[in-house]
């Protein structure tokens, strides 16, 4: 059952749910601010925290510190190269069977988990000087 949403929570969550990709928070206040949906970074912020409580989002952090956002329907996961800090998608999941079987073990609502595998990517991996300043 999902609680009523305030204003600000359903424009981040409809642009959110527009948007194919992860976004910062600094994207999503800019995106609705072109929207002429002017909301304070703070409130996006807030906005962001409401829904990941409500198991309607989900978070992750980027190599750089940064962290961005997506809806927590879209199970999604990521090689990501500390060299570049790019991050490419991986198809496959092999936790869904286990967080039902968490969910029913444990009595916990999971909303979503997170796996990400980290090395170099195929272009940072053929220079042997990787990282090299
Ligand atoms: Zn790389
Ligand atoms: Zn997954």
């Not at 002017?38 to 925290?49: D, E, N, P």
Request: glycine residues 8%.
């Amino acid at each position: 059952m999902k609680a009523k949403l305030t204003r600000g929570q359903q424009w981040v969550y409809e642009l959110l749910n527009s948007t194919s990709t992860e976004i910062t928070a600094q994207d999503l206040y800019a995106q609705l601010q072109a929207q002429g949906r002017s909301l304070g970074l703070a409130t996006v912020y807030r906005a962001i925290k409401a829904l990941q409580l409500q198991g309607l989002v989900q978070a992750r952090v980027l190599t750089n510190g940064e962290w961005v956002y997506r809806l927590a329907s879209e199970d999604c996961h990521y090689l990501t190269c500390l060299n570049c800090g790019r991050s490419v998608p991986v198809e496959e999941c092999p936790a869904h069977g286990l967080q039902q079987k968490l969910e029913e073990k444990q009595h916990f609502r999971v909303f979503y988990h997170t796996l990400e595998f980290f090395g170099l990517c195929s272009t940072c991996g053929e220079t042997s000087d990787a990282g090299a300043v």
